[in-house]
């Protein structure tokens, strides 16, 4: 069976989007902007790069509506249909009547994460998880035990405030961190989620 995966980036002060929702920082960084994927240095793979791997191991996403929004105004999804990347099946949690993309398999959900999540697990057919975003939808998923992993990789920007990564308390106790390396100008770290 998959895992539930956390895979975001962030600010070294803690943040994922700016106050305006934006991720736009992000791709002032190099190995940020999605035109980087594919553009490391001597052949060094760019943090874009290790998502894609990540990608193709992913079987469902999901993700908050300010995500699903800023994804449709930022590409113009809705106008352009065919620049929503996801191949995989996408949950949508919203409390409102939201666009869907035209040809793109997403469902919109309220309620309970646990729910979601076993539907989320059927379809994914034993691969990954991908909780999109946002910090309070993820944790969501962490105080119903159904969490795995958090992946972060820390883009040296400090944004001030924003939207935050994780807005829970979740102490040491909770996290064994499996990994911590550079990656261009991103340190990437992973915590396995102890239940």
């Given at each position: 069976?998959?895992?539930?995966?956390?895979?975001?980036?962030?600010?070294?002060?803690?943040?994922?989007?700016d106050?305006d929702?934006?991720l736009e920082?992000?791709f002032?960084?190099?190995?940020?902007?999605p035109?980087d994927l594919?553009a490391?240095?001597?052949g060094?793979e760019?943090?874009l790069?290790e998502?894609?791997?990540f990608?193709k191991?992913?079987?469902a996403i999901?993700m908050?509506?300010?995500?699903?929004e800023?994804?449709l105004?930022?590409?113009?999804?809705?106008?352009q249909p065919?620049?929503?990347?996801?191949?995989?099946?996408a949950?949508v949690?919203?409390?409102?009547?939201?666009?869907?993309v035209?040809?793109?398999?997403i469902?919109?959900?309220?309620?309970?994460?646990a729910?979601?999540?076993a539907?989320m697990?059927a379809?994914?057919?034993?691969k990954?998880?991908?909780?999109?975003?946002?910090g309070?939808?993820?944790?969501?998923?962490?105080?119903?035990?159904l969490?795995?992993?958090?992946?972060v990789s820390?883009?040296p920007?400090f944004?001030?405030?924003?939207?935050?990564?994780?807005p829970?308390?979740?102490?040491?106790d909770?996290?064994e961190l499996?990994?911590?390396r550079?990656?261009?100008q991103?340190?990437?770290?992973a915590?396995?989620v102890?239940n």
């Amino acid at each position: 069976m998959g895992k539930t995966v956390y895979n975001t980036a962030t600010s070294v002060d803690g943040f994922i989007a700016d106050p305006d929702n934006s991720l736009e920082w992000l791709f002032t960084v190099p190995g940020g902007h999605p035109d980087d994927l594919g553009a490391g240095e001597g052949g060094a793979e760019t943090p874009l790069d290790e998502f894609a791997e990540f990608l193709k191991g992913v079987g469902a996403i999901c993700m908050g509506s300010t995500t699903y929004e800023w994804i449709l105004n930022f590409e113009h999804v809705l106008e352009q249909p065919e620049k929503w990347e996801y191949e995989q099946p996408a949950w949508v949690f919203t409390s409102r009547e939201l666009p869907a993309v035209p040809g793109a398999d997403i469902r919109f959900a309220s309620g309970d994460v646990a729910a979601v999540h076993a539907e989320m697990t059927a379809v994914a057919e034993g691969k990954d998880l991908w909780i999109v975003g946002g910090g309070d939808l993820v944790g969501q998923f962490f105080e119903a035990g159904l969490l795995d992993e958090i992946r972060v990789s820390l883009a040296p920007v400090f944004l001030g405030g924003g939207a935050p990564l994780l807005p829970r308390r979740i102490l040491s106790d909770r996290l064994e961190l499996i990994e911590a390396r550079p990656s261009g100008q991103f340190a990437c770290l992973a915590y396995r989620v102890k239940n």
